[in-house]
T-cell receptor, first 115, second 117 residues
Framework: AQSVTQLDSHVSVSEGTPVLLRCNYS??????LFWYVQHPNKGLQLLLK??????LVKGINGFEAEFKKSETSFHLTKPSAHMSDAAEYFC?????????????FGTGTLLAVQP | DTGVSQDPRHKITKRGQNVTFRCDPI?????LYWYRQTLGQGPEFLTY????????KSRLLSDRFSAERPKGSFSTLEIQRTEQGDSAMYLC???????????????FGQGTRLTVV
C-alpha cells in the first residue's frame, strides 16, 4: 500500500529565510508524488509533481522538491519564504489500483511565515 | 472560470436530515473523485468515477452515502440521515484520462463545508 508521512505538523520561518517541509513516502512500486498547497478558504492547488523523469522537480512560486529513492523522501524547499507562502501543505502519493488513480494525502504541514 | 465548481459552498443541517452536494468538473475530464477533509487532517478518498461508472468506493463511505454521475459530467453526493460525525469539508476533484495514469494530477474544487448540528 502507498502512504506518505509528513514529519512536521507545524513549521514556522521568518520571511526571507529558507523553507523545508519534510515528507517520506512508502510505495511498493515507483511512485508518483505531488505537493499541494491549501490557502484558507481556497481550493487545493498543485505546487509540483514528480513523474519519474528528473529527480529535482521545480514548481510554482519558487518551490522545488527532490525525489530521493534511497531515503524514500520527497522534501519541499524554497530558498526564501514570502508572507504569501503561509498555508497548509500536503505531500501526496498516487495510488494506482485497477482503474483508480486516487491520491493519498499526508496529514499536512502548516507553514507560518513571520515578518 | 473553467475550474472545478462545487455547490453549495457551505451547508448547515440538522442531524437526521438529508443533504446533497453537486460537483461540476472541468469539461472533458472523465475522471471524477470525491474526498472528505476533517479539521487538521488531509483529504481522504471517498469514491471515484470514470465517466458515469463508479469504479471504487472507500470503506469510509457508509450506506448513508451515495454518489452519482449520471451523464458522465456533473456528480452529486448525497448523505442521508446526517450525523454530527459527517461534519467535514467535502472536496471534488477531476482529472483527464491518461495512459500514464500515475502521473495525472487532480484539480480540486473549493469544497462544500458541511456542519451538522
Amino acid at each position: 500500500a502507498q502512504s506518505v508521512t509528513q514529519l512536521d505538523s507545524h513549521v514556522s520561518v521568518s520571511e526571507g529565510t529558507p523553507v523545508l517541509l519534510r515528507c517520506n513516502y512508502s510505495s511498493s512500486y515507483s511512485p508518483s508524488l505531488f505537493w499541494y498547497v491549501q490557502h484558507p478558504n481556497k481550493g487545493l492547488q498543485l505546487l509540483l509533481k514528480y513523474t519519474s523523469a528528473a529527480t529535482l522537480v521545480k514548481g510554482i512560486n519558487g518551490f522545488e522538491a527532490e525525489f530521493k529513492k534511497s531515503e524514500t523522501s520527497f522534501h519541499l524547499t524554497k530558498p526564501s519564504a514570502h508572507m504569501s507562502d503561509a498555508a497548509e501543505y500536503f505531500c501526496v502519493v498516487s495510488a494506482y489500483g485497477g482503474a483508480t488513480n486516487k491520491l493519498i494525502f499526508g496529514t499536512g504541514t502548516l507553514l507560518a511565515v513571520q515578518p | 472560470d473553467t475550474g472545478v465548481s462545487q455547490d453549495p459552498r457551505h451547508k448547515i443541517t440538522k442531524r437526521g436530515q438529508n443533504v446533497t452536494f453537486r460537483c461540476d468538473p472541468i469539461s472533458e475530464h472523465n475522471r471524477l473523485y470525491w474526498y472528505r477533509q476533517t479539521l487538521g487532517q488531509g483529504p481522504e478518498f471517498l469514491t471515484y468515477f470514470q465517466n458515469e461508472a463508479q469504479l471504487e468506493k472507500s470503506r469510509l463511505l457508509s450506506d448513508r452515502f451515495s454518489a452519482e454521475r449520471p451523464k458522465g459530467s456533473f456528480s452529486t453526493l448525497e448523505i442521508q440521515r446526517t450525523e454530527q460525525g459527517d461534519s467535514a469539508m467535502y472536496l471534488c476533484a477531476s482529472s483527464p484520462s491518461s495512459d500514464r495514469a500515475l502521473n495525472t494530477e487532480a484539480f480540486f474544487g473549493q469544497g462544500t463545508r458541511l456542519t451538522v448540528v
